[in-house]
């Protein structure tokens, strides 16, 4: 039988790749003599400063550096090669430096935001004639997404910024408390509860409520976890439209505050205080921890606080 052709070793590449960061520990153990002192200008650890140094000895084959009492002292390698590591720190430091300063004006991108339509009506009119003075490049397109579906978007980059009521999210969100929103109900000014309005009556009577994705109502569910159950005869997807049917007809709706005093100047209305003690619902802006040191996003998101913080009465900074 004839000998079968010897197998081939097919060479494997190593890969040679180096962090950079590694030369910056390089610099400051020869710079500074010692792990204790490169650690104490680097701000790290003494066990990170060595794990870093032995990384940097594997990867170059060289021990680098030979201690010497209490200091390291640097081998011939390290001393040939740290003219042009420093120079080229020096250079990557200049560069860094030498980006240009943040300007908004110069944007020319689009910001999605996960908004309830209260919001839209009360906050975007504002937020928009500020971008426009500061950056009219930008876009800005509103969505609403339910609760839990918020962090998955946030986090694939499908959502920018999300305002809402407090979500069970993971610490990969940051966020801040915009506001703290109180309900009232919304009625025809001649409604015969205009003039007075017990508990009993608020759960005697009929109800629109507001549901854009089909979920339950928040109130319901905190009222029944109480004992407490009213007749909702419609449900609407917007809270205009609720508004407009509350004025026109029996049906009372309960309606954060700052959007009832937002329709009462458009809108035949009549606002009541909710004859029932609920706590405050806080109201949050949520935004993934990967946009927290972007400036653009950093920018965008100061300019909806501060378009909130004018525009909702009762908004806390």
Known sequence: MGRSPARQEIPVERDHRIDLNLFRVLDAIYTHGGVSAAARVLHLTQPAVTHALGRLRDQLGDPLFIRQGNRLLPTDKVRAM?????????GLLASARALPQFDPAQLDME????????????????LMARIERE???????????????MERELAAGALDLAVDRPLCAASRLSQHHLLDET?????RRDHPLASTMRRADYLAARHVVVSPLGEANAL?????????????????????????IAAASELLLTVPMAYAEHLAGLLP?????????????????????????????RWFRERLVTSIAETMPSSTH
């Not at 996960?114 to 009119?125: A, K, Q, T, W």
């Not at 309900?183 to 009625?187: A, K, N, Q, R, T």
């Open 82 to 90: 740290m003219p042009a590591v420093q120079a080229h720190l020096k």
């Open 220 to 244: 319901d569910l905190l009222l029944g976890q109480n004992g407490m159950f009213r007749e909702v005869r419609m449900v609407c997807q917007h809270y205009f439209a609720a508004c407009q």
């Open 269 to 297: 209305i009549a606002i009541r205080a909710l004859p029932i003690r609920l706590p405050v619902i806080p109201i949050l802006a949520y935004w993934h921890a990967s946009k927290e040191d972007d400036q653009a996003h």
């Open 183 to 187: 309900l009232v109900v919304v009625m």
């Open 135 to 149: 950056a009219p490049a930008v876009r800005v397109v509103s969505r609403r997404v339910a609760a839990d579906e």
């Open 111 to 126: 910001f999605v935001l996960g908004f309830r339509d209260i919001l839209e009506s009360i906050v975007l009119p504002g």
